[in-house]
Every structure is written in C-alpha cells, then in structure tokens.
Nanobody
Framework: VELVESGGGLVQPGGSLRLSCAASGFTFDDSSMSWVRQAPGKGLEWVSTINWNGDTTYYTNSVKGRFTVTRDNAKNTVYLQMSSLKPEDTAVYYC??????????WGQGTQVTVSS
C-alpha cells in the first residue's frame, strides 16, 4: 500500500491550495479516505473524511465551508481543495486509509504554510 500526497506549499492568507493523494496497492474504491493534519508543536487533528464513492463527506468544524474533499476512483486519487486559508491551517497534511474506523495506512505528508 502506498499513499503519496502532493500539492502543499506556501500560500498567503486568503489563498487556496489543492492537495492530492495518489493511492496504490489496495482496492481504492472499497475504502473511505481521510485527511489529517499536524500543526507545529501540536498533535494530530482529523480534518475530513470521504466515503468510498464520494457521496458522503465529513469535516471538522474549523474547515467547514472552506475545504472540500473529493475523490476520483478512476485515478485512485483523493483531493482536498482548501480555500480562504488561514495561518492556523499551517500544518503537515496527511492522507490516511480507513479500515474499521481506524487508519491502517498513512502517506508521508505534505507541508502547507499559510503566511504573508
């Protein structure tokens, strides 16, 4: 199993980024996928989850209305579109594969820095 995130970078407050997570080594469209982040000096924070076919999504309150999670099962890829970014969104963002309400595989993470 491999999960590879991309799309992070430095962005100004109010800007946008789209993160991607390319998956391989398992049946992608059997799995819910999540995004989890870790801000500097803090613990892991769940951000969003999308179910196997993309028709159900969940978000932590702090990103509702600003972030959108989608997936393309034909490309084995999950996305996180982030808009109206704030400095407090600065973190390493990980995608994770869900298995029985836990995460059994993680990507290596991609850094998002929101700063002027």
């Amino acid at each position: 199993v491999e999960l590879v995130e991309s799309g992070g970078g430095l962005v100004q407050p109010g800007g946008s980024l789209r993160l991607s997570c390319a998956a391989s080594g398992f049946t992608f469209d059997d799995s819910s996928m999540s995004w989890v982040r870790q801000a500097p000096g803090k613990g892991l924070e769940w951000v969003s989850t999308i179910n196997w076919n993309g028709d159900t999504t969940y978000y932590t309150n702090s990103v509702k209305g600003r972030f959108t999670v989608t997936r393309d099962n034909a490309k084995n890829t999950v996305y996180l579109q982030m808009s109206s970014l704030k400095p407090e969104d600065t973190a390493v963002y990980y995608c994770a594969k869900e298995y029985h309400y836990e995460y059994d595989y993680w990507g290596q993470g991609t850094q998002v820095t929101v700063s002027s």
